[in-house]
């Protein structure tokens, strides 16, 4: 048997640490650094696209040494490259914020119009994506020796009732997989996921803000979620949930009731 840690750990103090953060340059992943780098990490800031976003947050982030990284999913070589440039750049990697994600608004009773390639790109963006991103970054995150994931989920996942239907099975699969990664990666890292509901970013091309109210309006807190409600949540899973790991919070303002 390994030798067991007492509790009482307290929070996790983010000062001299560095979180990774995929999908950074907008939405939760641009509100979650902004929320970890007012705690004092950090912050490589992944990118795909938006290099120009990343590199005006990097600038305006509190604190000092965020920098942008070239980060997107679908690459496992240009993954593990940007794992490479954060231990050159930072030294170390202490959190990762799997942020980054992307869907189509596709009818779940019209199965013609999810075609293969849709299908194949929403289930590689969101669920093999943030796999390979931890499978680059975790020799990092062992030799920190108190890491903590953070995967953004959906609370698609649970209800099957989404954006179309490989969104939902690529979140449920990223749950599962996070309950699987948290047996094998512990003690040393911490797997959580935070999954809300509908979130005001523009993440669904097409959805209306109307949608997005009338889903609110249905929640016992009928409250429109913005990315910082969920930042909040990444926060506090990082800092406070110290012996909380395979586990996916809920925030989606009771939406599943």
């Known amino acids: 048997m390994s030798e067991l840690r007492n509790g009482n750990l307290g929070p996790y103090a983010l000062e001299g640490r560095v979180a990774v953060v995929t999908g950074g340059s907008s939405g939760i992943g641009a509100a979650s650094a902004q929320r970890l780098a007012e705690l004092g990490a950090r912050i490589a800031i992944g990118y795909n696209n938006g290099r120009d976003r990343a590199e005006a947050l990097a600038a305006q982030l509190p604190g000092s040494g965020h920098r942008p990284i070239h980060l997107p999913l679908t690459d496992s070589a240009v993954i593990r490259a940007a794992a490479a440039e954060v231990e050159a750049s930072f030294g170390r990697a202490d959190v990762l914020v799997n942020s980054a994600g992307t869907t189509r ?17 929403i289930l590689v963006t969101n669920l093999r994506g943030p796999f390979s991103v931890i499978r680059a970054f975790l020799p990092l995150l062992r030799r920190s020796g108190d890491a903590v994931v953070v995967n953004i989920s959906s609370l ?9 239907i490989a969104y939902c099975a690529a979140k449920a699969g990223l749950d599962t997989m996070a309950m699987a ?7 040393e890292i911490r797997i959580i996921g935070v999954a809300p509901a509908g979130v005001d970013t ?4 097409g959805r209306s803000r109307d ?5 609110a309006a249905l929640s016992p807190l009928q409250t429109v979620c913005q990315a910082d409600d969920v930042a909040l ?3 506090a899973a990082v800092t406070h949930l110290r012996l909380t790991t395979g586990s996916t919070l809920l925030v989606d303002g009771g939406r599943h009731l």
């Open 156 to 164: 698609a996942a649970q209800t099957g009732l989404g954006s179309s």
């Open 211 to 215: 949608a997005l109210l009338k889903q």
């Open 233 to 235: 949540a990444v926060a």
């Open 181 to 187: 990664l948290a047996r094998v990666l512990g003690p």
């Open 105 to 121: 608004a596709v009818p779940h009773a019209d199965l013609e119009a999810m075609d293969d390639e849709t299908f194949d790109r």
């Open 202 to 205: 523009g993440f669904v091309p």
